[in-house]
């Protein structure tokens, strides 16, 4: 099995107990909640998950939700279902002293009797920016007692994307592209304003072709085409039985420059939309794709993506 190799950042950090001082956090509802014992966490979301082991805490998870697939490890953990489908007793079983959730997580009914419940629930903000997440670094090594790790890697991740920033500065007339959830026997369903995909593009400086839709939902032919995308962007997760040429020659895209051009790009879906530690070399990769010709350079290597690296992403 690959192990997730953190323990080289982490070393220079000295071990932490398992039950710190008492945390105090702002949920993203408004709440303030105070954290006593963080030896026990459920973690809920794919971004909470990868934070949570890349502080080095991956001993203290004892439940995860199905969405919490990296680093790999992650998959080991006892599941507490869906993100959006939780159950109390899902949660509470596993006898959590502390459950980071984020924030779209749900049923709302759910949601309210754990924020309600004896431990201590903290929704977190789901970012949109590079801001947003390193802020939701900081906030969740708070909540666990480990600020200190948090500030270092909020600090390395803010470079990366500061520097993927940088390398951008180069691209001139910026190409359009949609993002595309998965193809089968109906219409694609794709990404439009107010979305990860969306907001990664705009980190990518990349335009998102239908930015005059709204959420993720099947787009009609008319749609894609109208919209002229100059390259298609594909989870690599989905569609697998379809090969490239044939994704192109859909008719939602056989009219596109995408498709005159050959411009596809796979790429995994976590990876690209999680708005965690790995989203600096997500989005340069996503650059680097699009935007070819830009030969833009790798960023340094950190713990934290090299398992993704390991994997092709």
């Known amino acids: 099995m690959l192990r ?25 509802d408004g709440r303030t909640v105070t954290i006593e014992d963080a030896s026990r ?3 809920v979301g794919g971004t909470v998950t990868e934070i949570l082991y890349d502080l080095g805490v ?29 159950s109390v007793e899902g949660v509470l079983s596993l006898a959590p002293t ?14 309210e009797v754990l924020s309600r419940a004896s431990v201590p629930f903290v929704l977190v903000p789901k970012a949109h920016d590079a801001a ?23 600090a390395a991740v803010e470079d990366d994307l500061s520097a993927v920033e940088g390398m951008l500065a180069k691209v001139g ?4 592209a949609v993002f595309v959830l998965g193809v089968g026997g109906g219409a694609p369903t794709a990404a439009g304003s107010n979305t990860a995909a969306a907001d990664i593009f705009a980190l990518a400086h990349i335009d998102n072709a239908l930015a005059a839709a709204e959420g993720y939902k099947p787009a009609s032919d008319e749609a894609i085409v109208a919209a002229s995308p100059d390259v298609v962007v594909l989870m690599a997760d989905r569609s697998h039985h379809l090969s490239d040429a044939q994704v192109l020659e859909i008719p939602a895209f056989s009219g596109t420059p995408a498709a ?12 690209l939309l999680n708005f ?12 680097a794709a699009v935007y070819p010709e830009l030969d833009l350079p790798s960023l340094p290597p950190r713990p934290w993506a090299a398992a993704e690296a390991a994997q092709g992403q």
């Not at 007339?173 to 359009?176: I, N, Q």
């Not at 005159?260 to 990876?271: A, F, H, I, K, S």
């Not at 965690?276 to 650059?287: I, K, Q």
Request: proline share 7%; charged share 25%; net charge neutral.
């Open 41 to 43: 966490i459920v973690a």
């Open 173 to 176: 007339e910026r190409r359009k």
């Open 276 to 287: 965690g530690p790995r989203t600096a070399h997500a989005v340069r990769d996503l650059a």
């Open 98 to 111: 502390v459950i980071l959730a984020i924030e779209d997580s749900g049923p709302p009914e759910t949601i």
């Open 4 to 28: 997730f190799p953190a323990l080289g950042f982490l070393l220079a950090f000295a071990a932490s107990p398992l039950a710190a001082a008492p945390a105090t956090v702002e949920s993203v």
């Open 260 to 271: 005159r051009d050959g411009r596809l790009v796979r790429m995994n879906g976590g990876y």
């Open 58 to 86: 991956a001993d203290r998870i004892v439940g995860v939700d199905l969405t919490s697939n990296y680093p790999p490890d992650a998959n080991d953990k006892p599941k507490v279902g869906y993100m959006r489908a939780l």
């Open 132 to 154: 947003g997440v390193a802020a939701s670094i900081r906030l969740i090594a708070e909540a666990v007692g480990e600020s200190d790790r948090g500030a270092a890697l909020a």
